[in-house]
């Protein structure tokens, strides 16, 4: 059995970007998008036989994904909308999102504009992940003393 790696896909990609190419039967896109179909399948199979324990939000919502057909955005904006704003609400990226569809990054740029959806930035995802942080530290009784020594903060 073949072994699929990141390493390999980014050789297959070079400098072109598949996610953003409009160049009808494009070799380099197609080799990329079957070499990632198969490491996303060697990756599933996997997360099931290897490791054990629960998946984030985040690979949830990119299993989601990873299992959806489909024709054009429209088909997408119509069908699968509730799988966007979850991939969306849980901080998937387009790219991240494209590369599970198989599709280019426009056409899901376009899905989400039309969803009035944006992708959150880094920022966005680092202060939500501080917010639940905190939240657990008050929940399970830390003092604010207590808090600002466990983040390694000053008082």
Same mark, same amino acid.
């Given at each position: 059995?073949?072994?699929?790696?990141?390493?390999?896909?980014?050789?297959?990609?070079?400098?072109?970007?598949?996610?953003?190419?409009? &160049? &009808?039967?494009?070799?380099?896109?197609?080799?990329?998008?079957?070499?990632?179909?198969?490491?996303?399948?060697?990756?599933?199979?996997?997360?099931?036989?290897?490791?054990?324990?629960?998946?984030?939000?985040?690979q949830q919502a990119l299993k989601v994904l990873s299992k959806i057909k489909f024709t054009n955005v429209s088909d997408l904006i119509n069908k699968?909308?509730?799988?966007?704003?979850?991939?969306?609400?849980?901080?998937?990226?387009?790219?991240?999102?494209?590369?599970?569809?198989?599709?280019?990054?426009?056409?899901? @740029?376009?899905?989400?504009?039309? *969803?009035? *959806?944006?992708?959150?930035?880094?920022?966005? *995802?680092? *202060?939500?992940?501080?917010?639940?942080?905190?939240? @657990?530290?008050?929940?399970?009784?830390?003092?604010?003393?207590?808090?600002?020594? @466990?983040?390694?903060?000053?008082?």
């Amino acid at each position: 059995m073949m072994k699929y790696t990141t390493k390999e896909l980014t050789r297959i990609q070079g400098t072109h970007d598949p996610y953003n190419c409009e &160049i &009808i039967n494009c070799d380099v896109c197609a080799r990329f998008w079957s070499y990632a179909r198969g490491l996303r399948q060697q990756s599933s199979e996997e997360g099931q036989t290897g490791r054990k324990g629960k998946l984030n939000e985040k690979q949830q919502a990119l299993k989601v994904l990873s299992k959806i057909k489909f024709t054009n955005v429209s088909d997408l904006i119509n069908k699968y909308s509730i799988a966007l704003r979850t991939a969306i609400k849980v901080g998937c990226s387009i790219r991240e999102i494209a590369f599970e569809l198989d599709c280019r990054g426009s056409q899901i @740029a376009k899905a989400l504009d039309n *969803l009035k *959806l944006k992708p959150k930035t880094k920022a966005q *995802l680092k *202060l939500e992940k501080y917010r639940k942080q905190l939240k @657990a530290m008050v929940q399970a009784g830390y003092s604010i003393k207590g808090m600002t020594k @466990a983040l390694g903060k000053k008082d």
